[in-house]
């Protein structure tokens, strides 16, 4: 089984929880900004998004006026 076939762990660990927090936005209105829905958003923000859409990423970012690296780090496991 290759490692994109997993279903473990990705390695990749979203920080959008934090960025949230740091600019007082609610996930609800991250959504209304982007034009994803809340469930979405919440299985990205929770670690538990298999894959994510250039676009949707470029929105999310832009809507947080940060970087891909801002919100995406890797998170390998020890």
């Known amino acids: 089984m290759s490692p994109a076939e997993d ?8 920080r959008l929880d934090e960025l949230l927090a740091e600019r ?5 209105r991250l959504s209304e900004l ?3 829905s809340v ?3 919440s299985v990205l923000k929770n670690d538990r998004a298999r894959a994510i ?3 949707t990423l ?5 809507a947080l006026d940060c ?3 801002d919100l995406l ?3 390998d496991p020890r």
């Open 53 to 55: 859409r250039y676009s």
């Open 7 to 14: 279903d473990g762990p990705s390695g990749i660990h979203c």
């Open 67 to 69: 970087e891909v690296g």
């Open 24 to 28: 007082g936005m609610t996930l609800a």
């Open 73 to 75: 780090v890797r998170a």
């Open 34 to 36: 982007v034009g994803v």
């Open 39 to 41: 469930v979405n958003l």
């Open 58 to 62: 470029s929105a999310v970012c832009r």
